[in-house]
């Protein structure tokens, strides 16, 4: 294995700096002017066209097409796997170092390409500026780790030895896979997902989520410049309802990676659990599938810490993370006061408005059903709990998604408020009297994503970091932001597979593992 200088995650851009905020602008200049092309399916290569058309626009500005991408079919899904086996046959025979080192060039076009992406991601989603930029970085990130994680994966694993045998352990790919990735981050998480297996040597179907397609097509286009071979992805935009439960069943699928939702995750869960005719493996699933996250304030706390947190945790990118703090679980003797903290930094820090603009902290939500939805659950809050704030839409943004921050303080324990996932810009925050009734509350979901503990008491420390039912926990900090390398990212109970991207052993769900023994005469 040549040597690599140790990971370090990517330094972000400053936006406050003259010279970069100019340049961001004429990358927003020059992506408005590619606005509205059309997209092709591509299938080993080869580009096609399905006659049919998955609109992508801006949520801020539904009127303006981002783009079109044709939408594929289920015989298109069937020439795509098709694809990946023929290329499986010399991707899996590729060494690691040649593999990686797609991954570790992706790496490098992304950094100088960076504000044109972020761009995209400004448009097709209306991020703020630093979560667009943030995003990218992080897709360096994951290109960056798992390029090492598939070089160390590749070396020689101690065992114990008998006298008369040599011995060996080599991990290998597994196949043809389905990779479905979601639309909230679709330039990092789909590279994360994508890349991983391909690093390992399988080959994957690749189907973008349909909000989200044009950035899904540029990364994919990215991944072909970057040396990744003919059908070794293949780049299948579609509807779930149509295309969906084929790239999970088909038997010639060796396993599916899928971020998104609790209730099309446990489908895919179930249904990839039915070995098919002709099926000669069980399959594998990572999946991912969001959160109820909590922030505990316990009275022995830093208010103005947990304050900030709260605030940086609900409101980034619209709530729209599956890491976002949805509820706030207070100790009554510092609970007024944490409310009109949360208040008051909320008016002052939130801007709503478009990411275009560059001057927005709370853009769009992703698209109309998003919006009805998160606009529903603030009416039975309104029921729920007490409203202490809701902020405004400036004039002149009335078509677009815009759903400014709401925050209900008093909120009862079992409220469908407290308990459900939101995903969108909505907090409640709920009183308790003890640290053991907070970490109860906090327990007492089916998601198990992430969460924060605000103390200064060590011994509550201690007792969270043992007793708290989330895969991600963070101790005087906020509970989003979790950085590759640093803090592997996945959940459990009904979150997911606690398959933790950025992580030591993320790898090893598109691997198998061969022991080897030979006698020695």
Same mark, same amino acid.
């Given at each position: ?41 591509? #299938? ?5 066209? +399905? ?10 500005? =539904? ?109 290998? =790919? ?7 990735? *979601? ?5 990092? #998480? ?14 994957? #179907? ?24 003919? $059908? ?28 998104? +939702?609790? *209730? ?58 599956? +890491? ?28 709503? $408005? *478009? ?35 809701? $902020? ?10 815009? #759903?400014? *921050? ?95 991207? $950025?992580? =030591? ?17």
């Amino acid at each position: 294995m040549s040597m690599r200088a140790p990971f370090t995650t990517e330094p972000s851009i400053d936006f406050s700096q003259p010279a970069n905020r100019t340049a961001m602008l004429a990358a927003l200049k020059d992506v408005e002017s590619q606005l509205g092309q059309r997209y092709p399916i591509v #299938i080993g290569g080869e580009r096609r066209e +399905s006659g049919q058309w998955i609109r992508s626009v801006n949520p801020g500005k =539904p009127d303006q097409l981002v783009g079109e991408v044709a939408k594929a079919s289920a015989s298109d899904i069937e020439d795509a796997i098709a694809a990946g086996e023929a290329a499986f046959a010399s991707w899996r025979k590729m060494s690691a170092e040649g593999r990686a080192s797609v991954l570790f060039r992706m790496a490098g076009l992304l950094r100088q390409r960076k504000l044109t992406l972020s761009a995209w991601l400004v448009y097709e989603l209306d991020k703020a500026w630093d979560e667009a930029e943030g995003e990218v970085a992080e897709a360096i990130d994951f290109l960056e780790w798992y390029g090492r994680q598939a070089l160390k994966l590749d070396q020689p694993v101690e065992l114990a030895h008998l006298p008369n045998e040599i011995t060996d352990y080599r991990y290998l =790919p597994l196949g043809v896979g389905s990779v479905i990735p *979601p639309w909230n981050f679709p330039c990092a #998480i789909l590279t994360g997902m994508t890349m991983a297996p391909v690093a390992v040597g399988n080959t994957v #179907i690749l189907k973008p989520a349909s909000n989200t397609p044009v950035i899904g097509y540029k990364m994919f286009e990215i991944m072909e410049e970057a040396g990744a071979p003919a $059908g070794v992805i293949n780049f299948v935009p579609g509807d779930g309802g149509e295309i969906g439960d084929l790239m999970v069943e088909h038997a010639k699928i060796r396993f599916i990676a899928f971020t998104g +939702s609790k *209730p099309v995750g446990v489908r895919i869960f179930e249904r990839a659990a039915k070995v098919q005719p002709g099926q000669r493996w069980l399959k594998r699933v990572t999946a991912e599938l969001g959160g109820k996250d909590a922030i505990i304030v316990d009275k022995s706390a830093d208010v103005a810490a947990a304050v900030e947190g709260i605030v940086t945790s609900a409101w980034g990118f619209q709530g729209q993370k599956c +890491s976002a703090c949805s509820r706030v679980l207070v100790h009554a003797d510092v609970y007024d006061e944490v409310v009109a903290g949360v208040v008051e930094r909320t008016r002052a820090l939130v801007t709503v $408005g *478009p990411g275009v603009s560059g001057e927005a902290t709370v853009g769009a939500v992703v698209d109309a059903n998003q919006y009805e939805s998160i606009r529903n659950y603030i009416e039975i809050g309104s029921s729920e709990g007490r409203l202490v704030y809701q $902020g405004e839409i400036p004039a002149g943004l009335e078509g677009g998604y815009y #759903i400014p *921050p709401t925050i209900y303080a008093d909120v009862p324990r079992t409220a469908r408020i407290a308990c459900e996932e939101i995903f969108g810009p909505v907090l409640a925050i709920v009183k308790v009297e003890s640290f053991d009734e907070a970490l109860d509350v906090f327990n007492d979901s089916e998601y198990g994503l992430t969460g924060s503990v605000y103390a200064n008491d060590r011994a509550l420390l201690e007792r969270a970091r043992d007793e708290a039912e989330v895969g991600n926990l963070y101790f005087n900090r906020k509970c989003t932001g979790a950085m590759v390398g640093i803090h592997p990212f996945a959940g459990i109970k009904l979150s997911g597979t606690n398959s933790k991207a $950025g992580g =030591p052993d993320y790898l090893h769900n598109y691997v198998y593992a061969k022991a080897i023994g030979e006698r020695v005469q």
